[in-house]
């Protein structure tokens, strides 16, 4: 017989579960990058720099220009399962924002040490709070900063030796952080991104109109516009705009295709099969198309809340949506058949 006031199962220390949490959403520095910016673009900011020294690793500061946090919110921003974005489950049925589980701040913080700068709107100065390990370690201090937030990281996975062995070069950790820059670069053309690296600016953004091609040229190349259709269709209350790239400019690998679904970048079974349909009579066989692809359409009709990374999503009708992406496909690939050489890039 066991003594009934011992236990083999215990709630687990708050820092271990936020570790825990951290081992799915953050990755690599790229993965932290990906979560900062959603976090800088939810606030409304227009310009988000980026500076990072050994390809994040070492250090990743974010300055955005966004709404900012509250002081009194600084400390709970960097508590799990906490958010301003969403409150009840209606919310959560209909997502406006990029962010909504809470887990992104607490999840960075528990692997990295971390210090937040942010001045809310409005207010006079801005506060700073400081981790380490997720143990906050001071009460806000007055810091002078302009409306907005910097958060700034050091030494990730210090804690977690582990996750740290599984890091890349740096040249390659670098490589996917700036294809996380690129990648939210053209989901809002209306915003300013920078990044430097080591001191030097190694991508500079300036913010340009929705569908100005010269973002699609600094992102994807020069030659991408020139040799895409520029589209847009709607269909109810779906509207699928962008560039769909020439079959002459197809590709022996699916590496320049982005879709985003309510400026969030997805991938999509339904999504990929739709436009692989759409293409299909144009394109040789083992030949990729370029794409370009933003549908926008009521976010009760979609479901987020599938994976925490958030790349994968659940239409509730596909049917409708794999039948408008594919058709719209279809019809631009025909109607720009006096553009479709049989000139083949790369
Ligand atoms: P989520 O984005 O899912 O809400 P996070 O852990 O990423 O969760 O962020 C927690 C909260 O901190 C956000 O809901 C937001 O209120 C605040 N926050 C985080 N980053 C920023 C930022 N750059 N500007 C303004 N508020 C921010
Ligand atoms: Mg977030």
């Known amino acids: 017989?066991?003594?009934?006031?011992?236990?083999?199962?215990?709630?687990?220390?708050?820092?271990?579960?936020?570790?825990?949490?951290?081992?799915?959403?953050?990755?690599?520095?790229?993965?932290?990058?990906?979560?900062?910016?959603?976090?800088?673009?939810?606030?409304?900011?227009?310009?988000?720099?980026v500076d990072v020294d050994n390809a994040g690793v070492k250090r990743l500061k974010i300055?955005?220009?966004?709404?900012?946090?509250?002081?009194?919110?600084?400390?709970?921003?960097?508590?799990?399962?906490?958010?301003?974005?969403i409150q009840d489950l209606q919310d959560l049925e209909q997502i406006a924002t990029l962010g909504f589980r809470g887990e992104a701040l607490p999840s960075i913080a528990s692997v990295t040490r971390m210090t937040i700068?942010?001045?809310?709107?409005?207010?006079?100065?801005?506060?700073?709070?400081?981790?380490?390990?997720?143990?906050?370690?001071?009460?806000?201090?007055?810091?002078?900063?302009p409306v907005g937030t910097t958060i700034e990281t050091r030494d990730l996975f210090y804690n977690t030796p582990a996750r740290r062995k599984f890091l890349r070069t740096d040249a390659t950790e670098f490589k996917h952080l700036d294809q996380i820059v690129r990648r939210m670069a053209l989901s809002r053309f209306d915003v300013a991104f920078k990044l430097s690296h080591n001191g030097k600016v190694v991508l500079h953004l300036p913010s340009v109109p929705a569908d100005d091609p010269?973002?699609?040229?600094?992102?994807?190349?020069?030659?991408?516009p020139e040799n895409s259709v520029y589209f847009t269709e709607q269909r109810e209350d779906m509207r699928l705009s962008g560039w769909a790239g020439l079959p002459s400019f197809s590709r022996s690998q699916a590496d320049m295709q982005y879709f985003f679904l309510n400026g969030r970048l997805i991938r999509d079974k339904t999504i990929v099969h739709a436009v692989r349909l759409g293409y299909q009579d144009v394109?040789?066989?083992?030949?990729?198309?370029?794409?370009?692809?933003?549908?926008e359409m009521d976010p009760a009709r979609v479901d987020v809340n599938?994976?925490?990374?958030?790349?994968?999503?659940?239409?509730?009708?596909?049917?409708?949506?794999?039948?408008?992406?594919?058709?719209?496909?279809?019809?631009?690939?025909?109607?720009?058949?006096?553009?479709?050489?049989?000139?083949?890039?790369?």
């Open 214 to 224: 010269r973002r699609l040229k600094m992102v994807c190349g020069d030659n991408v």
């Open 1 to 49: 017989h066991t003594d009934p006031s011992q236990h083999r199962i215990h709630a687990l220390d708050p820092r271990l579960i936020n570790q825990i949490a951290a081992g799915e959403i953050i990755e690599r520095p790229a993965s932290m990058l990906k979560e900062l910016i959603e976090n800088a673009l939810d606030a409304g900011a227009t310009a988000i720099d």
């Open 283 to 295: 394109l040789f066989h083992g030949r990729h198309p370029v794409y370009v692809l933003y549908l």
């Open 117 to 145: 700068q942010s001045r809310e709107r409005g207010a006079e100065q801005g506060w700073m709070v400081s981790s380490d390990g997720n143990n906050l370690t001071t009460e806000p201090t007055p810091v002078a900063h």
């Open 63 to 85: 300055s955005d220009n966004g709404h900012g946090i509250l002081r009194q919110d600084l400390a709970m921003a960097l508590s799990r399962h906490a958010t301003s974005k």
């Open 306 to 346: 599938v994976h925490p990374t958030k790349h994968e999503v659940r239409f509730r009708e596909s049917g409708a949506v794999h039948s408008f992406v594919f058709r719209s496909l279809q019809r631009v690939m025909s109607s720009s058949a006096g553009e479709v050489g049989s000139l083949q890039v790369d």
